[in-house]
């Protein structure tokens, strides 16, 4: 009975989401207070009724409902109950009832949360959000439901797939989704902008936290989804250019424009159109990325086996979404546009050579992942797009920005003068050229090595040099507002994350070996002793589990403990251990036994030093810790009658440029 | 040209050339990079002759699976309805890779071997790629396919 509840309470939300959808916007429309009063109330009662269906569903695996054909599907008797409550989001069905959970989140914390803005402007936002989560609701209640029996019901279900049983992955896709709902909240304010036919200053000051916020969400489950392939999947790779990775990194991309182009929109009102359409493509390219992972239309790790009507659904559903926002956009977009003109070098035309340069990037990254589905479509053969691709490609789209990243706070307004750039071109300059050539002696000629170093120390110098710069020429207390001090951590992380990509990639030794037991295998300066395997057992599977003792010119360096792992249903999963370390990873995985029926004989071992690979994720946290600490700014919050009531209607002023 | 025109001009022109150099890498690297899929049965038909690296699909055979003494390289035979093609491989095979699965190996055909430089199997031990189950019904339209391994959801 319970799960025909939550079936229920999803219906009620999706009439409440009706509501909040259309009543609002015919309420702006019409200038009619009471309809747009509606907006709030629906808003927080649709959210009490997903969060009552998303109670239900845990609930339904926690009690081993195998009568739920999702349940059975995905969790059994053996499955201990953190993964239970992480096979919620194991698949299709439960992932988007957690989507539509997290959208309705953002827009409760929003409805509470904007008072200040003009009941007008918070009437369509909110309708907006509503209409969103209208589709996905359908989405769920017509090709995806989650509590679709199975009678009769069985004594135990399938299982969860066991790549999926890991800490990495209880909480990699909520923090990816809250990310990727996020840029809804930047999608409604474009919208509501849009239909209104003005953007206030203040309105982008508004939804300049929310999108930062959202972003850093992103940078996060990027992050851990990274981390975690390294850690499970026992290839030692931390990016693989999978579809699924490019659809969580373009709206990624594009999030790093949009926060970039809302500053300026927010602090000089030039770029509108341009911000505008940043938050469309961010939120487009969100979605796709939602349904890209599983829908099955791209053959990938993530990808599951789909039904035809949900391909359908989807595709209509996009092109609502896409088509109707940019109609939108061409339409109203003039109306909008305008701002200050700038000079060539000013801060504006450095954030927009970054922008063009990550809007390119993601063009990009969603060219080489839907390639295959055009060849498809045009009869080319079935084509996929390797990895060198990207490979080729992103660096160099990338050179540019990280050259002119330290530039970056030293610019102005309008108008830079340009000694000031100067002095930084030459000390960073000269750091950078310094470490390169100290770091040549200690790479073995690995050029791109040598390039990782010039280029982190090129930008973490700006950095500092800025920092310095600050605390000398600004009072106390008003050195690092929030907002700068998010801005100095991220582009910090960028130097830390170069260090890692380009030294990991350069000074990586690999080595697939044959190994018996007592053997040793030198890899980049450790030796490896393979001490043969043993049995062992966890919750729900039983393992091989070898001893691998490292040693580096005989003094011991750890002992690690690489597994095979056999699931219910004999699903196969290496679980590979790693020997964490600043400047070097250790990494064992068992490959197989050489013979099936010796298991206590040779087996194939992956053995990778990998110097430096943490300095990626560590790189990757500095960013999100910069968007969280820019979005906590009070000056997003601090309400500004004088300003929230001025419209921008001033013509476009000529620079002296 | 007033300063302001003449300040746009370069700015049209900058991205015009910016779009160009783009667009020009861009056909490139998917030039270097596009790699077809091909069954056995169409290897051996001469489809994939003009590639000189692609991908090879298919299952593989029951008890073709051949290790090497003393070192990793590993042998085993694709199969689709129709054809067959000997592959080896020297590295360590995927968690799912295993007798009557489907995989798809990266390489180039050395004679009649294709040596692989990589090999893939599904995650989903009972869910084909939706590519390679469409290549593979192109390659024998009309003629049966084994039923076991054209299922679309995991079997209860």
């Known amino acids: 009975m319970t799960p025909e509840l939550g079936q229920l309470a999803l219906i009620l939300a999706l009439m409440l989401a009706l509501a909040q959808s259309i009543l609002p916007l015919l309420g702006a429309w019409r200038g009619n207070r009471a309809l747009m009063a509606v907006a709030r109330p629906a808003a927080s009662g649709q959210a009490v009724f997903v969060a009552l269906a998303f109670a239900i569903l845990v609930w339904a695996f926690l009690h081993f409902d195998f009568s739920v054909q999702y349940v059975a599907d995905n969790s059994n008797l053996q499955l201990p109950w953190y993964y239970r409550i992480a096979a919620v989001w194991g698949a299709h069905e439960g992932s988007m009832l957690l989507w539509v959970l997290i959208l309705n989140v953002w827009t409760v914390a929003l409805a509470l949360f904007s008072r200040q803005l003009p009941e007008v402007f918070l009437a369509r936002v909110l309708s907006v959000l509503g209409i969103i989560s209208v589709g996905f609701l359908c989405f769920i209640l017509f090709t995806s439901n989650p509590f679709g029996r199975l009678l009769p019901m069985p004594a135990d279900g399938a299982d969860l797939n066991p790549v999926l049983q890991d800490p990495g992955m209880t909480f990699h896709p909520p923090v990816l989704y809250m990310g990727y709902v996020g840029f809804s909240v930047a999608f409604a304010f474009s919208i509501a902008a849009l239909l209104g036919g003005s953007m206030e200053q203040a309105w982008v000051r508004w939804a300049r936290p929310w999108t930062n916020a959202a972003w850093a969400f992103l940078s996060c489950g990027i992050v851990a989804g990274s981390w975690w392939a390294y850690a499970e999947l026992g290839w030692g790779g931390w ?3 999978d579809p699924v990775e490019n659809a969580s990194f373009m709206p990624w991309l594009v999030g790093v424009a949009l926060i970039h182009a809302q500053a300026v929109t927010e602090k000089r009102g030039s770029l509108r ?10 939120f487009s390219l969100s979605l796709l990325g939602t349904f890209l992972v599983r829908s099955g239309i791209l053959t990938s790790v993530h990808a599951f086996a789909s039904d035809p009507r949900r391909g359908t659904y989807i595709l209509c559903f996009l092109a609502f979404v896409v088509g109707g926002s940019l109609l939108l956009y061409a339409l109203r977009a003039p109306k909008v546009a305008g701002g200050k003109a700038f000079a060539l070098i000013s801060r504006e035309s450095a954030i927009l050579i970054g ?4 809007t390119v990037a993601a063009a990009m990254v969603l060219l080489g992942t839907l390639f295959p589905l055009l060849g498809d479509a045009l009869n080319l053969g079935k084509i996929s797009v390797g990895p060198p691709y990207f490979g080729l490609l992103f660096p160099l789209l990338m050179l540019p920005v990280v050259l002119l990243l330290p530039f970056g706070p030293y610019l102005r307004w309008g108008k830079s003068d340009v000694p000031a750039l100067k002095q930084v071109l030459v ?8 470490c390169a050539i100290i770091a ?16 982190a120390v090129w930008v973490g110098v700006g950095v500092v040099l800025y920092i310095v710069k600050r605390w000398r020429e600004m009072p106390r207390g008003r050195r690092y507002p929030a907002e700068m001090a998010g801005m100095l951590l991220a582009h910090f992380g960028v130097a830390i994350f170069l260090i890692g990509v380009l030294l990991s990639e350069s000074l990586s030794v690999t080595r697939d070996v044959r190994m018996s037991p007592g053997q040793v295998a030198a890899v980049g300066g450790y030796e490896f002793r393979f001490d043969g395997v043993t049995q062992t057992t966890g919750p729900n599977w ?3 589990q070898g001893v691998v003792t490292v040693t580096r010119k005989g003094a011991p360096i750890a002992v690690m403990h690489p597994q095979k792992r056999t699931y219910t249903h004999e699903r196969v999963q290496t679980a590979s251990a790693v020997d964490p370390g600043i400047t070097r990873d250790l990494y064992v995985a068992l490959g197989e036994p050489m013979d099936a029926n010796h298991v206590e004989g040779a087996w194939a071992l992956r053995l990778y030093t990998k110097p430096f690979i943490r300095w990626i994720w560590g790189g990757g946290l500095f960013m999100m810790l910069g968007g969280f600490v820019s979005a906590a700014d009070r000056r997003f919050r601090v309400k500004r009658d004088a300003e929230a009531t001025q419209t921008i209607t001033t013509p476009v002023q000529e620079s002296q440029a | 040209m007033n300063p302001t025109r003449q300040r746009r001009l370069t700015i049209i022109i900058a991205v015009l050339a910016a779009v160009i150099v783009a667009s020009a890498l861009v056909v490139y690297a998917l030039q270097q990079n596009m790699n077809y899929l091909f069954t056995p049965s169409q290897v051996q038909g001469g489809e994939a002759a003009r590639y000189k690296t692609f991908r090879l699909g298919g299952m593989v055979k029951a008890g073709s699976i051949q290790r090497s003494n003393d070192s990793l390289k590993v042998t085993f035979t694709v199969v689709d309805a129709s054809g067959d093609m000997p592959v080896e491989y020297n590295g360590i095979l995927p968690d799912l890779f295993r007798e009557n699965q489907s995989v798809i190996a990266t390489g180039h055909m050395d004679g009649a071997r294709f040596v692989a430089t990589e090999v893939l199997a599904k995650h989903d031990e009972t869910y084909m790629p939706k590519e390679l189950k469409d290549a593979m019904a192109k390659a024998h339209s009309g003629k049966h396919i084994d039923e076991t391994v054209n299922q679309d959801k995991p079997s209860p």
């Open chain 1, 355 to 358: 922008n063009l340069m990550f």
């Open chain 1, 542 to 544: 039983v393992a091989e």
């Open chain 1, 427 to 434: 000390r960073a300059g000269m750091a950078a050229a310094a």
């Open chain 1, 239 to 241: 990016w693989f250019w």
């Open chain 1, 440 to 455: 040549a002696f200690f790479v073995e000629g690995q050029l791109k090595a040598i390039a990782g170093v010039a280029c």
């Open chain 1, 273 to 282: 159109a341009w911000t505008i359409l940043l938050s469309l493509f961010a």
